[in-house]
């Protein structure tokens, strides 16, 4: 049962900041979403943050019960929305990453500075998260929750750990891209740690 520990996923962050005062989402298309979509739609005013984070919860909430790829979800998570479209809205774009006002899944083996637990799955232990595409073969692991909640749009954007094959397992029978970045080019702050020389979060 070692495995299905790390298997269980997932808090959502609603990330920081640019802004649009616009509240239709007509033609917006939200499945299979990418990042550079997402910011188009924050500049020509078809989408907002607030808009992007509760289309997620929605996903979540009407999915997770089925896929349980998601945990916990951050109660601050669109506060953090609505702050992101004010602070766009009022052209502080410029100081403004790509990630900027774009929700994230995250692992629960990475710590956040908010409301959420980072338990690693302790808490969770008897949950068996399903594959979206056929729910009795396996997600693998341990990354599951990331690719499982990518394959299902429950965001556009979700953070995995690998030390052996966590990544490019789950995202191979998700159907999803999974990338493992080189060890040691992304931070690994805040990650529960296995062993410093295979630990990767991507
Ligand atoms: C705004 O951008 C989104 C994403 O590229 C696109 O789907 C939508 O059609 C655009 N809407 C308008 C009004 O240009
Ligand atoms: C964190 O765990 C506590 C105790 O189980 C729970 O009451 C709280 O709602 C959790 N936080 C979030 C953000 O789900």
Redesign the pocket.
């Known amino acids: 049962m070692a495995q299905l520990r790390l298997q269980l996923v997932a808090a959502i962050v609603a990330v920081a900041a640019l802004g649009g005062a616009c509240s239709a989402t007509a033609g917006f298309e939200f499945n299979e979403v990418t990042v550079d979509a997402i910011q188009s739609g924050f500049k020509n005013g078809s989408l907002t943050s607030k808009q992007l984070v509760l289309f997620y919860l929605d996903r979540i909430a009407r999915l997770n019960p089925l896929l349980h790829a998601v945990i916990?979800v951050?109660?601050d998570a669109l506060a953090q929305a609505a702050r992101a479209d004010a602070e766009r809205a009022s052209g502080h774009r410029r100081r403004c990453g790509p990630l900027h006002g774009v929700p994230i899944l995250l692992k629960d083996n990475i710590a956040t500075r908010d409301?959420?637990?980072t338990t690693a799955g302790q808490v969770f232990v008897e949950l068996s998260m399903k594959n979206p595409y056929v729910r009795s073969v396996t997600p693998c692991g341990s990354s599951s929750g990331s690719a499982v909640a990518a394959a299902a749009n429950l965001a556009a954007v979700t953070l995995g750990t690998e030390t052996d094959g966590s990544i490019l397992c789950p995202a191979s029978m998700n159907s999803v891209v999974g990338i493992k970045p080189t060890v040691g080019l992304t931070s690994r702050a805040g990650v529960i740690p296995i062993t410093p020389r295979q630990d990767t979060v991507g």
Request: no cysteine.
């Open positions: 916990e951050n109660p409301r959420l637990n």
